[in-house]
Structures are given as structure tokens and as C-alpha cells.
């Protein structure tokens, strides 16, 4: 295949070497732009990890000129977060933008791998999610918007298990920009590209990244659905488009529910009166899980 500017060799998505980059980083403005996610002169703050996804992400945003500062949420998975806590301090030295790491420990009380053992029966991705997007959070007070690595792989996973569960409130809840009392802005960039094309830009680049898959995540369900649009993906190449293109139309933007409420116990942002953050940390105490957090 050859590249669609030049005729020289494809490396990605139709485009050679030298051309794939301007070409990604086109669909991170046109996301930027369609979706309204940032305003020029905004301060975002990238909710990294030192994965490729949010590499890509504050390295793109960075190059199209927004104040990039970057926080990672440090859960102390020995071999895993430490690697990529270190891949990223060197990047973002690098790339002069400010780093910000948290150890989760700092609001659990002892790293995630310990606090897994004391909650039997809770996946670890999903106390690691609520944990991260309290740190983060408050992390963003004074930042005009979080942005996250999403991609569309992501994002299409997410809505065919949403509609599996039968949850078509949390689909509405998803999309390329959210925000709601107590929260700063949330937003996507990536939100039109694929993982393929994060992944070949970050080799691209050349930096020592570490692409090993966390040791803690068993997330069975997502991965069943990750594979099956791969595989779909294979004949019919605009099946996640397709996914995308469908849930913006029938699904973002429509939640009407009320406003978030506030937790009663720390203030956050929270669904109920406790946010899933308090109950994971007082089951902690109790050696127990949550009874409702998910
Ligand atoms: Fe945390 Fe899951 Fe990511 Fe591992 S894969 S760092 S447990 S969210
Ligand atoms: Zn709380």
C-alpha cells in the first residue's frame, strides 16, 4: 500500500512515515474542534500514565500549542507503574512539560496491590478508576480541562458493554467532553483514533515506553468485546467509526438527569450520598468490600 500524499510506502492508516504523523495529529484538531474540548491558551492538565495513549496525547497537545501539565496517579504495581512512572518523567522532561506524580497510597493508605488483598472479590481496575478520578480531580482545581487518553477503541468497548448491561444512563454519561458540578471539564482528544494509529505514532517517536499489559487487570468482559470489534474490524474496516458515529447521534449529550450530588463524607462529587471513593476506603477499614461500589 502507498501513502496517499506521496506514493512513498505506507506505514499507517494510508500514509507514509513522514505524513502519518501530520495526519494524526489533524484528527486530534478536528476532535478538538467538532467536539469544542479546548479553547486556545486553555491549561490542561493530562491525566497520564506513561502508557501510549496519554503519551501520545500530551505530546500532540503540547506540539498544537495548549499548556500542557501532566499528573500521573501512581498505584504502586511493582514492575508495571514504576516502569512507566519512570518512562514518563523522562518524556516529559523532555518535552518541558510539568509532572506531577501521586502515589494512590497517599489517599488509600497503603499501595492498590495491598489494599486489593483486604477487599476480596473487588477488581482491581475498578477500585484503580475511582481512586484516579478523586486524585485527578482534585488534582485539576485551577485547570480549565482534564484530558484523557481515550481512544475510539476505548470508547466503542464502552458502549457495547453499556449496552449489554442494559445501562443506557451511563452511555449517556460517556462521550468525547463531560462535565458536572465539582468536576473540571473532561475531555477526549483522542476521541477519533484508533489504537493502532496511538501505538504507531508512539513507536514512531521512539520513546522507551513500556507496552507490557498491567499484571492486576482482569477485566474479562471489556476484553471480550475488544476482541470481537478487532475481529470485525478486519472485514469491515469502518466498524468502529460506525459504533462512534451512531452513539454521538442517539446517545451524547442526552443525559437529563439531575445535578451530581456531593459526598457527604469528603465532598466530592458523588452519585449518592457517599462517593465510591469513601466506601472503597471505609470497606478498607472494615476488611470487606463495598456494598454498592462498582
Ligand atoms: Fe489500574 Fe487496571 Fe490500569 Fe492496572 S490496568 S493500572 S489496575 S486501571
Ligand atoms: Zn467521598
Not at 500524499?5 to 494524526?24: D, I, R, T, V
Not at 485551577?142 to 453499556?162: P, R
Request: with cysteine; aromatic share 8%; proline share 5%.
Amino acid at each position: 500500500m502507498k501513502c496517499v500524499k506521496c506514493g512513498e510506502a505506507a506505514y499507517c492508516s494510508g500514509f507514509c512515515k513522514e505524513h502519518f504523523p501530520q495526519y494524526l495529529e489533524g484528527k486530534v484538531r478536528q476532535a478538538i474542534r467538532r467536539f469544542s474540548l479546548l479553547k486556545k491558551g486553555d491549561r490542561v492538565l493530562v491525566a497520564a500514565s506513561g502508557g501510549k495513549d496519554s503519551t501520545v496525547l500530551l505530546h500532540v497537545l503540547k506540539k498544537l500549542g495548549y499548556d500542557v501539565s501532566a499528573v500521573m496517579v501512581e498505584p504502586g504495581i511493582k514492575g508495571y507503574t514504576d516502569k512507566n512512572a519512570k518512562a514518563l518523567a523522562g518524556i516529559c522532561s523532555d518535552e518541558g512539560v510539568p509532572l506531577r506524580v501521586i502515589a494512590m497510597e497517599s489517599e488509600l493508605g497503603m499501595a492498590l496491590p495491598e489494599a486489593l488483598k483486604r477487599l476480596p472479590g473487588m477488581q482491581a481496575c475498578a477500585v484503580c478508576g475511582v481512586l484516579k478520578r478523586r486524585i485527578i480531580n482534585k488534582a485539576a482545581r485551577g485547570f480549565d480541562a482534564v484530558a484523557t487518553g481515550h481512544t475510539m477503541d476505548d470508547e466503542t468497548q464502552a458502549f457495547l458493554m453499556n449496552i449489554s448491561r442494559n445501562d443506557p444512563r451511563q452511555a449517556r454519561r460517556g462521550g468525547p467532553r463531560s462535565s458536572g458540578r465539582g468536576f473540571v471539564p473532561r475531555v477526549k482528544p483522542l476521541y477519533l483514533l484508533k489504537d493502532g494509529e496511538t501505538r504507531a505514532y508512539a513507536k514512531l517517536m521512539g520513546w522507551p515506553l513500556y507496552y507490557g499489559r498491567c499484571p492486576l487487570a482482569v477485566d474479562a468482559y471489556r476484553k471480550n468485546f475488544r476482541d470481537f470489534l478487532d475481529a470485525l474490524e478486519k472485514k469491515h474496516p469502518n466498524i468502529k467509526d460506525n459504533v462512534i458515529a451512531f452513539y454521538l447521534a442517539e446517545y451524547w449529550g442526552k443525559e437529563k438527569g439531575g445535578e451530581p450530588r456531593v459526598c457527604a463524607k469528603c465532598g466530592e462529587p458523588a452519585s449518592g450520598d457517599e462517593c465510591k471513593a469513601c466506601r472503597i476506603i471505609g470497606a478498607l477499614g472494615a476488611g470487606r468490600a463495598p456494598s454498592r461500589a462498582s
